[in-house]
């Protein structure tokens, strides 16, 4: 399958942001019941807050999913999905969208939270030819450091994936993975696999602001080989391309 590239250059966040949100609510007039992917920090609160105040009967049929979750109690401010929660209740048009959360520590362990999403994923996505569930959107931020949901740079569990890729076999690995140790607190975390991310149909990449300058620069350099190279100086922003397009959208 040929991976299709977009990199579109915007003048600011606000302008990036709304190109994210035309992605998604795209998506979500096109598919039937469509799989969307969001993301937390900066940009995806204001992308979230920008689709919830779009009312379109399309939200009834979407399920909504977080590309990681930093592992807090479910009210927690540190949450992503919390953005989501929040918005629901001043949108009934998007409050019908049918919101999946990682679970909380409360509720079980970092393992079991991490397997019950891939579990809940692979229920509610239809598979691809390898078995892996496919989102028909998903929106990753980039981070400076060139990371993605909580796949972080020389991280062993990006590693892994890493080398899965590298290997041709990433329809081996996890769907999702628990993440102790982030070089960024919290500490703990899920997030979404390699694997998953580059099952997804298109992957819109978010990499707004100056301090992300290098990191988009790295991934547009790697986009321009037919096949992002999967070596040890690969970042997770550089490898984390959608099945049928990916879209970078950056201010720099």
């Not at 040929?2 to 096109?30: G, I, K, M, Y």
């Not at 109690?73 to 998007?94: C, G, I, K, M, Y």
């Not at 981070?143 to 892994?160: E, K, W």
């Not at 602001?209 to 790697?222: E, F, I, M, P, S």
Request: hydrophobic content about 45%; overall charge negative; glycine content about 6%.
């Amino acid at each position: 399958m040929t991976r299709v590239w977009r990199h579109l250059q915007v003048a600011d966040l606000n302008e990036a942001v709304d190109a994210a949100a035309r992605a998604v609510l795209h998506t979500l007039e096109t598919c039937e019941h469509p799989q969307i992917g969001l993301t937390g920090g900066t940009a995806g609160t204001l992308l979230t807050k920008r689709l919830a105040a779009t009312d379109t009967p399309g939200w009834r049929q979407a399920t909504l999913w977080y590309g990681d979750e930093r592992w807090q109690p479910l009210e927690h401010p540190d949450r992503n999905d919390l953005t989501a929660v929040q918005q629901a209740s001043l949108s009934p048009a998007f409050a019908q969208a049918r919101l999946e959360r990682v679970a909380a520590p409360a509720q079980m362990t970092l393992d079991a939270a991490a397997a019950d999403y891939a579990e809940r994923l692979a229920a509610a996505a239809p598979a691809d030819a390898q078995g892996t569930p496919v989102l028909d959107v998903l929106v990753l931020g980039i981070g400076p450091d060139g990371h993605v949901a909580s796949l972080f740079p020389q991280h062993p569990v990006f590693t892994s994936d890493l080398q899965l890729l590298a290997e041709h076999r990433l329809e081996e690995g996890a769907l999702t993975h628990a993440v102790s140790h982030s070089p960024k607190p919290p500490a703990q975390r899920v997030t979404l696999s390699l694997r998953t991310i580059r099952a997804a149909r298109q992957v819109v990449l978010l990499g707004a602001g100056a301090q992300k300058a290098d990191a988009v620069a790295h991934v547009l350099q790697t986009a321009l080989r037919p096949e992002p190279i999967a070596d040890a100086t690969a970042l997770p922003a550089a490898v984390s391309v959608g099945a049928e397009s990916t879209l970078l959208i950056s201010s720099e």
